[in-house]
């Protein structure tokens, strides 16, 4: 059984950092990247970075370009999400997810198979 568990959320006032990671568990087959998405309130789930599993290729979302970082650890099978420069904006559960992608469809959550359970980012004012 493949499992993923986000940690690392919580509280933050705006300007801060979080750091959260994703943790890997069981056999994943079929997948080459592992996103970060994240839902707001009232909104969609978005996509807002990832980085393939089989090279050092990251992407990100405009809106968190130069303010996150992704990183993997292939042999503890973890991802991290360094976010700085936190905004009220940047609130919601934040999901990670493994799936099999390419450049142009990165953002689209039906590529990905498998999903963690999500943990929570507040950022106040």
């Known amino acids: 059984q493949v499992l993923l568990v986000e940690s690392g959320g919580g509280s933050v006032q705006a300007g801060g950092s979080l750091r959260l990671s994703c943790k890997a568990s069981g056999r994943i087959a079929n997948t080459n990247f592992v996103g970060w998405f994240r839902q707001a309130p009232g909104k969609e789930r978005e996509v807002v970075a990832g980085?393939?599993?089989?090279?050092?290729?990251?992407l990100y979302a405009d809106s968190v370009k130069g303010r996150f970082t992704i990183s993997r650890d292939s042999a503890a099978y973890t991802v991290s999400l360094q976010m700085n420069s936190l905004e009220p904006e940047d609130s919601g559960i934040y999901y990670c997810?493994?799936?099999?992608?390419?450049?142009?469809?990165?953002?689209?959550?039906?590529?990905?198979?498998?999903w963690g359970q999500g943990t929570q980012v507040t950022v106040s004012s």
């Open positions: 997810a493994a799936g099999l992608v390419t450049r142009g469809t990165w953002s689209r959550e039906e590529k990905y198979k498998y």
């Open positions: 980085a393939y599993t089989t090279n050092s290729m990251t």
